[in-house]
């Protein structure tokens, strides 16, 4: 008795972590979550690049050639060899803004994985759930058989008495190849299920299907810790960083450079430059760079306002199916606990003759149907909960 006691215990850890350890090798194998990670380190190195000055620009050229001969000449002394070098000199203050830029949307990409976890972590128990649900319909379909079969036995004892008619067993197993096909049908949705779930998890994994239990609902709801609420707020961010660099963006870029001119018989020429670029259109550019920028805060502000209005009236209406759902399921069991003592009294009827096949086969009819609308309640009470959490 013991060692029964152990196994079953056993057993339901087993079916209890299944779900958690499905999760885990999702979180941990899915190919789409690693890809954030060479996103960050794509904009840690756009992030340092952008600290660095553009590269110098070098230059060979021959000057002032007269027309009679195209080379540098003593007779033309104005004619030189000339190597230049310039750089172009981005304010520090430009450079350190452009890299806080690329620094927030590191933080962006973080917010960005946590809206895709929260969704794949949604959509492998939905399907977790749909995948344990054809065992709850397996399940239920072979208890529908056994009654079935021993329908068949009673019917067959009394049609060898001459008390049951041919067509009464006739009935009695087109009923059971119908249950026959709806066992292959669970198979079948347990089969695309799995599927589904391999490719979400990025791997197989062994799965045997939890019993269908109903999760509890989440109590608490935060609209400010919903993942998209704090990706907008994020992305808010990069805007207001862009925005910092818009500000700068009119002032002077530096220009730098220097040429040797090399003259064939007189003394070889040096220059060198210095310029800036000059804000002159100040009013019609650069401000309305930041006047953009400035718009798109305030719209993604709105924007931000919207998605914390959605997700409240979606975890609410998901709060409401759930309770709505769980009411039903309780009218169900009732009606099943019912129906039972129903074909009880209907099977000693039959076996006394004092009623038809057909009655108790409509009485089953019923029955199957509830129980089937049991686990299908359970198992979308377990789908809402699943979209709940994902929403948290």
Same mark, same amino acid.
């Given at each position: 008795?013991?060692?029964?006691?152990?196994?079953?215990?056993?057993?339901?850890?087993?079916?209890g972590?299944?779900?958690?350890?499905?999760?885990?090798?999702?979180?941990?194998?899915?190919p789409?979550?690693?890809?954030?990670?060479?996103?960050k380190?794509?904009?840690?190195?756009?992030?340092?690049f952008?600290?660095?000055?553009?590269?110098?620009q070098?230059?060979?050229?021959?000057?002032?050639?007269?027309?009679?001969?195209?080379?540098?000449?003593?007779?033309?002394?104005?004619?030189?060899?000339?190597?230049?070098?310039?750089?172009?000199?981005?304010?520090?203050?430009?450079?350190?803004?452009?890299?806080?830029?690329?620094?927030?949307?590191?933080?962006?990409?973080?917010?960005?994985?946590?809206?895709?976890?929260?969704?794949?972590?949604?959509?492998?128990?939905?399907l977790?759930?749909?995948?344990?649900?054809?065992f709850?319909?397996e399940?239920?379909l072979?208890?529908i058989? $056994? @009654?079935?079969?021993?329908l #068949? =036995?009673? +019917? %067959?004892?009394?049609?060898?008495?001459?008390?049951? !008619?041919?067509?009464?067993?006739?009935?009695?197993?087109v009923?059971?190849?119908?249950?026959?096909?709806k066992?292959?049908?669970?198979?079948?949705?347990?089969?695309?299920?799995?599927?589904k779930?391999?490719a979400?998890?990025?791997?197989?994994?062994?799965?045997r299907?939890?019993?269908?239990?109903?999760?509890?609902?989440?109590?608490?709801?935060?609209?400010?810790?919903?993942?998209?609420?704090?990706?907008?707020?994020?992305?808010?961010?990069?805007?207001?960083?862009?925005?910092?660099r818009?500000?700068?963006?009119?002032?002077?870029?530096l220009?730098i450079?220097?040429?040797?001119?090399?003259?064939?018989d007189?003394?070889?020429?040096?220059?060198?430059?210095?310029?800036a670029?000059?804000?002159?259109?100040y009013?019609? $550019? @650069?401000?309305?760079?930041? #006047? =953009?920028? +400035? %718009?798109?805060?305030n719209?993604?502000?709105?924007e !931000?306002?919207?998605?914390?209005?959605?997700?409240t009236?979606?975890?609410?209406?998901?709060?409401?199916?759930?309770?709505?759902?769980?009411?039903?399921?309780?009218?169900v069991?009732?009606?099943?606990?019912e129906?039972?003592?129903?074909?009880?009294?209907?099977?000693?009827?039959?076996?006394?003759?004092?009623?038809d096949?057909?009655?108790?086969?409509?009485?089953?009819?019923?029955?199957?149907?509830l129980?089937?609308?049991?686990?299908?309640?359970?198992?979308?009470?377990?789908?809402?909960?699943a979209?709940?959490e994902?929403l948290?």
């Amino acid at each position: 008795m013991k060692a029964f006691i152990t196994l079953l215990l056993l057993l339901t850890f087993g079916f209890g972590s299944e779900l958690k350890t499905l999760i885990d090798f999702t979180l941990k194998n899915n190919p789409r979550l690693k890809s954030y990670e060479n996103l960050k380190m794509a904009f840690e190195y756009r992030s340092k690049f952008s600290l660095s000055l553009p590269n110098p620009q070098v230059a060979v050229a021959f000057n002032n050639l007269d027309t009679e001969k195209f080379f540098p000449r003593k007779e033309n002394p104005m004619s030189s060899f000339g190597l230049y070098i310039a750089q172009r000199y981005v304010l520090p203050s430009k450079r350190l803004r452009e890299a806080r830029i690329y620094d927030q949307k590191v933080s962006e990409i973080d917010r960005m994985r946590e809206v895709y976890e929260k969704d794949l972590i949604k959509e492998v128990k939905v399907l977790y759930w749909e995948f344990a649900y054809s065992f709850e319909m397996e399940r239920i379909l072979k208890d529908i058989k $056994r @009654e079935i079969e021993s329908l #068949l =036995e009673i +019917t %067959e004892e009394k049609y060898r008495y001459g008390k049951a !008619l041919l067509s009464d067993l006739i009935m009695l197993r087109v009923e059971m190849l119908k249950v026959e096909e709806k066992i292959a049908e669970a198979r079948r949705i347990r089969e695309v299920a799995l599927k589904k779930i391999y490719a979400l998890a990025g791997g197989e994994i062994p799965l045997r299907g939890s019993p269908l239990e109903i999760q509890p609902f989440p109590k608490e709801f935060d609209p400010e810790r919903n993942v998209r609420v704090r990706l907008t707020r994020e992305t808010v961010e990069v805007l207001k960083r862009e925005l910092e660099r818009a500000k700068v963006e009119h002032y002077p870029d530096l220009f730098i450079s220097a040429g040797y001119m090399i003259r064939p018989d007189i003394p070889d020429l040096i220059t060198l430059r210095l310029g800036a670029t000059v804000p002159i259109w100040y009013r019609d $550019r @650069e401000k309305m760079l930041v #006047l =953009e920028k +400035t %718009e798109r805060i305030n719209s993604k502000l709105y924007e !931000l306002e919207d998605i914390k209005l959605r997700v409240t009236g979606d975890f609410r209406a998901l709060e409401s199916t759930y309770r709505i759902k769980k009411e039903i399921l309780s009218t169900v069991e009732r009606e099943i606990e019912e129906k039972r003592k129903e074909i009880d009294a209907l099977l000693i009827a039959y076996r006394y003759e004092r009623t038809d096949i057909r009655e108790i086969l409509r009485a089953y009819r019923i029955l199957w149907s509830l129980e089937f609308d049991r686990a299908r309640l359970i198992k979308e009470l377990n789908q809402t909960v699943a979209k709940a959490e994902a929403l948290q």
